[in-house]
């Protein structure tokens, strides 16, 4: 099974992009420019599912919390873009959550609610600073409010990924662990890129 999504991970990571800005605001609006960004971005869409899977695996106050971390992490990282704020690495720290989350999520890591948001939150910081770097004509408030939401669904994609295996009786750490092992690979692939 591991074999398969290494391959499978292997053969269509090729025609897989880094998230750049994507719908135009002057054409589609604000709001859809933002909706879109993290969901044409195969870096965004697997960590924010991943820490939505994350989070259902640690169960209890974490479903809630870690996820609500990334996202309001997320939003200062874009309110210090706006600011003409510096930060050094986005890309790079960008990738290293793709692999550390899916590290995470393999190795069946079990953290304390409060670290566990911490990490998330860490990572949600280079996300956020990125959609601010490429915000372009949008509007800040709509553009903001529309990634912003299009994370909060793909966290809870992940979360209900977590609830389908669970009802399945598939978390049984395997497949859940391969999807992580899976995801780590995504982001060293990503990196070579």
């Given at each position: 099974?591991?074999?398969?999504?290494?391959?499978?991970?292997?053969?269509?990571?090729?025609?897989?992009?880094?998230?750049?800005?994507?719908?135009?605001?002057?054409?589609?609006?604000?709001?859809?420019?933002?909706?879109?960004?993290p969901l044409f971005g195969i870096d965004h869409i697997l960590v924010m599912v991943a820490v939505g899977l994350w989070a259902f695996r640690a169960g209890g106050r974490a479903v809630f919390?870690?996820?609500?971390?990334?996202?309001?992490?997320?939003?200062?990282?874009?309110?210090f873009a706006l600011a003409g704020g510096s930060l050094p690495f986005v890309e790079p720290g960008i990738l290293a959550s793709v692999v550390a989350l899916g590290l995470l999520i393999a190795f069946a890591v079990r953290l304390p609610v409060a670290?566990?948001?911490?990490?998330?939150?860490?990572?949600?910081?280079?996300?956020?600073?990125?959609?601010?770097?490429?915000?372009?004509?949008?509007?800040?408030?709509?553009?903001?409010?529309?990634?912003?939401?299009?994370?909060?669904?793909?966290?809870?994609?992940?979360?209900?990924?977590?609830?389908?295996?669970a009802r399945l009786n598939l978390t049984g750490d395997k497949l859940v662990r391969a999807l992580g092992a899976g995801t780590a690979v995504a982001g060293v692939v990503l990196f070579a890129l």
């Open positions: 099974m591991l074999k398969r999504l290494f391959f499978a991970v292997a053969i269509l990571l090729p025609f897989a992009t880094p998230a750049h800005a994507h719908l135009l605001p002057s054409e589609h609006g604000s709001f859809a420019a933002g909706l879109s960004h919390i870690v996820p609500s971390a990334f996202v309001a992490m997320m939003g200062a990282g874009y309110l670290m566990s948001a911490s990490v998330v939150g860490v990572f949600a910081v280079f996300h956020g600073f990125a959609h601010g770097a490429e915000i372009g004509a949008a509007g800040a408030f709509a553009y903001g409010t529309g990634f912003a939401v299009a994370t909060a669904l793909l966290h809870a994609a992940g979360i209900g990924l977590g609830l389908g295996l």
